[in-house]
């Protein structure tokens, strides 16, 4: 997993990190954000609640990667905007959450990131990008029938995620440095017998 990936799955985890299994969900049982259905499409067969309750930390954190961040493209949004996206995707699907960018965006929404999406995220407003794709992520949650039923914890949960989002664009990570290139033995002897400039003047 590269740095990004691992610095966004901590928030992602404080809400999504607990098994539950309410029958007034339609997701059914669900562990880490990994719902039965989609554990059962990723292991490519049948699972019961207690293979969810069961699923580790590990094998959640490859269909992260996998599905909601390598696989759809998410991971090459820019700072901040990536992490907005990536958040609604475990939550409600990456195609859903694509659709919601580009229509912020005002390009095709067609649920797929391309190089007409990616332009875009790169010229649009950060800030006014992950605030407007929050404010429709909210209104899409406040129309589904068990709202009423999670609406404290989802809207604690758009704050805190709006708040990492624009601290991200405010504070963006700094890429890591090239590791110096290897001297070759005959590069180093030439070393030294070659004289070192001069800084005088």
């Given amino acids: 997993m590269n740095d990004r990936f ?9 809400h999504e990190g607990r098994f539950v299994n309410d029958p007034k969900d339609p997701g059914g049982a669900t562990n880490m954000g990994i ?3 989609t554990l059962a499409q990723w292991r490519g067969g049948s699972v019961t609640p207690d293979d969810v309750l069961a699923l580790s930390q ?7 990667r996998a599905w909601y961040w390598t696989q ?14 990536f958040d609604f995707a475990v939550h409600s699907g990456a195609g859903r959450a694509i659709m919601a960018l580009q229509r912020v965006l005002e390009v095709a929404d067609d649920g797929r990131l391309g190089q007409i999406s990616y332009a875009a995220a790169a ?16 209104l899409f949650l406040s129309r589904l029938s068990i709202w009423p039923r999670y609406r404290n914890g989802w809207t604690a949960r758009l704050i ?10 405010a504070h963006p990570p ?16 030439k070393s030294l017998f070659t004289p070192t400039p001069s800084t005088e003047h």
């Avoid at 998410?74 to 990536?82: K, M, N, S």
């Fill in 6 to 14: 691992a610095a966004l799955v901590p928030l992602l985890l404080k």
């Fill in 123 to 138: 010229k649009a407003d950060p800030i006014k990008t992950v605030e407007r794709l929050i404010a429709g992520r909210k």
């Fill in 35 to 37: 719902t039965i259905g």
């Fill in 58 to 64: 590990d094998e959640a954190m490859e269909i992260y």
């Fill in 174 to 189: 700094t890429p890591p440095r090239a590791a110096p290139a290897a001297w070759s033995f005959g590069a180093w002897l």
């Fill in 72 to 85: 759809p493209g998410i991971g090459r949004l820019p700072v901040g905007i990536d992490r907005a996206v």
């Fill in 160 to 169: 805190e995620l709006q708040a990492a989002a624009l601290h991200d664009i």
